[in-house]
């Protein structure tokens, strides 16, 4: 009994004790180990949510509602924000390309984008010289004024999605408000520390991306060129109000005297965005009768969209307006001359105008970024080759026309070699420099000669950057019924810096050979600055 008791013992109260300890010993690990450990693990969780989330809630938010639209001077443009390893402003000017500013520290990146011109704003300031001056000033009151908005917006915007997407993930106002918050904190302290770190000065220290690389060596000192475009304006408004007095003398030179029948062209080419230069054109058009206008291309600098609206000036003249595309002009320039009601674009075809047979093509090239200087315009073999191709193909298309061809046009006269022998008369421009020559005969053909046309628009803006404008010039050309050239003036506006106005009158003596009668004395009619009468070749 005693044994069998002790045995119950054993087993029994003994093993009650053995089961409860095993219990305890099994639960001991939830109760203790993971009571001690998870409360801690758990909070360092949740806050990694919050921030994870907060974080995320200001990326969507910043892409979703960082960007606003303001006027900045005569530009409608874009301002947007994005975050970013690094600060810095990149302000996108297409077609052209970039400005890179290092204008700020922080984890956000600006971005200005400019767009379309206002025309009412672009119009004033074009009329209004002392214009340009107020509009750089409220330019900055403009950026300012965009900036504030685009923060207030970006920080407003980073919050609400963060909130929303917090109470997706948490569905827990607590921890939705403090995501909230921690997006408001991370999204003001970016903001302030860009405000903070911003330099002003970066403006004068830009990189370039795009056609934009070559804008410091194209467009030289803006403030110069600024100056030296007023004055120079002011004083070709006396110039071109001389040329009718000029006209007057002219045709009363024994000389030459245009028969009733005659037919007037006047040869323009490389206008580069100069407005002074529509206004010499309508004088001249005006004042010599002119019945034919023909244009041998580079109306424009960079063929962008916003220059389209430069050869609006076309339908004010009235005249038949006969153009070639120049390696400055876009397709879109083109088109654009296209739509104006007394244009015709020649791309290696042919038209009939005012009595002349009229083939032209447009320049194989489009490099705005090139310098409108020859020493900008060298020809690689491969160039040269597209070049002396585009005058083949419009020899081809001159020797196979209907009707005789009177005047070929080409843009460069690198492309007139291959129609020698094809017509009387090539006319180019793109070397801003007047020339007249003949071309090198074929055995059996007609002589041919080649007149390349200076810049009628002074080379644009870069005609300012020397010590003396280049000057405005174009030609008269008189043909007689038979559509044979009889002769031909040179005019020369300006580009001396003195107030003065050179014609030069040169006769064909026998069109079949292309000589020419000496050079007559050039009449000069100016202001008080004039100087003295100088014939220019």
């Known amino acids: 009994m005693d044994g069998q008791e002790n045995e119950q013992r054993d087993t029994g109260d003994e093993g009650a004790p053995a089961t409860g300890r095993a219990r305890r010993w099994a639960s001991w690990p939830r109760r203790t180990g993971r009571s001690g450990r998870s409360p801690w693990l758990r909070r360092l969780g949740v806050a990694l949510a919050v921030v994870a989330v907060a974080l995320g809630g200001v990326v969507a938010g910043t892409y979703a509602g960082g960007h606003v639209g303001t006027d900045i001077g005569p530009f409608r443009a874009e301002l947007d924000l994005s975050p970013s390893l690094h600060g810095g402003t990149t302000v996108d000017v297409p077609p052209l390309g970039a400005l890179l500013l290092n204008s700020h520290d922080g984890p956000t990146y600006l971005t200005v984008r400019l767009g379309a011109l206002d025309q009412r704003r672009t119009q004033a300031l074009i009329n209004d010289p002392a214009s340009i001056s107020r509009a750089s000033q409220s330019a900055v009151a403009d950026v300012r004024a965009g900036v504030m908005r685009l923060g207030l917006k970006t920080l407003g915007a980073t919050v609400l999605a963060t909130l929303l997407l917090a109470g997706l993930v948490f569905r827990d106002a607590r921890r939705t408000a403090w995501a909230g918050g921690l997006a408001l904190v991370v999204t003001a302290g970016s903001l302030g520390l860009a405000a903070a770190t911003m330099r002003p ?55 030459y005297e245009p028969a009733p029948g005659t037919t007037r062209v006047l040869h323009v080419s ?39 609206s430069f050869v609006g000036s076309i339908g004010l003249l009235k005249k038949p307006y006969v153009y070639i595309r120049g390696n400055h002009d ?9 739509k104006q009601p007394n244009a015709i674009v020649l791309d290696n075809s042919t038209t009939t105008v005012a009595g002349l047979t009229v083939a032209g093509i447009g320049d194989p090239r489009f490099t705005p970024d090139k310098n409108t200087s020859p020493a900008g315009s060298g020809l690689t073999k491969q160039v040269a080759e597209q070049v002396i191709g585009a005058g083949e193909q419009l020899a081809t298309t001159v020797t196979g026309s209907p009707r005789p061809v009177n005047i070929a046009l080409v843009h460069d006269p690198a492309s007139a070699g291959p129609l020698s022998g094809t017509c ?90 292309g000589a020419e009668v000496p050079v007559t004395p050039t009449p000069t009619r100016g202001g008080p600055e004039s100087a003295s009468p100088t014939p220019t070749r």
């Open 201 to 255: 000065q970066a403006i004068e220290e830009p990189r370039y991306e795009g056609l934009l690389v070559n804008a410091p060596a194209i467009v030289g000192d803006a403030r110069r060129i600024a100056n030296d475009y007023t004055k120079y304006a002011e004083q070709l408004q006396r110039l071109v109000g001389n040329v009718s007095q000029l006209y007057t003398t002219v045709s009363a030179l024994p000389v």
């Open 270 to 308: 490389d206008m580069h965005l100069n407005p002074t230069g529509w206004q010499l054109i309508r004088t001249v058009v005006e004042q010599f009768g002119i019945d034919v206008v023909i244009d041998t291309g580079d109306i424009t600098d960079w063929g962008s969209e916003p220059e389209a």
């Open 330 to 338: 876009s397709a879109r320039t083109a088109a654009a001359v296209a």
């Open 424 to 513: 009387p008369l090539v006319l180019a421009g793109h070397t801003h420099a007047r020339q007249v020559s003949r071309l090198p005969q074929v055995p059996g053909k007609q002589p041919t000669q080649l007149f390349v046309e200076g810049s009628t628009g002074g080379a644009g803006l870069r005609g300012l950057e020397g010590e003396k404008p280049t000057p405005l010039s174009m030609s008269v050309l008189y043909f007689d019924q038979q559509k044979m050239l009889q002769a031909y003036d040179d005019i020369t506006v300006g580009g001396t810096g003195q107030s003065q106005v050179n014609l030069e009158r040169h006769v064909i003596r026998d069109p079949a050979q």
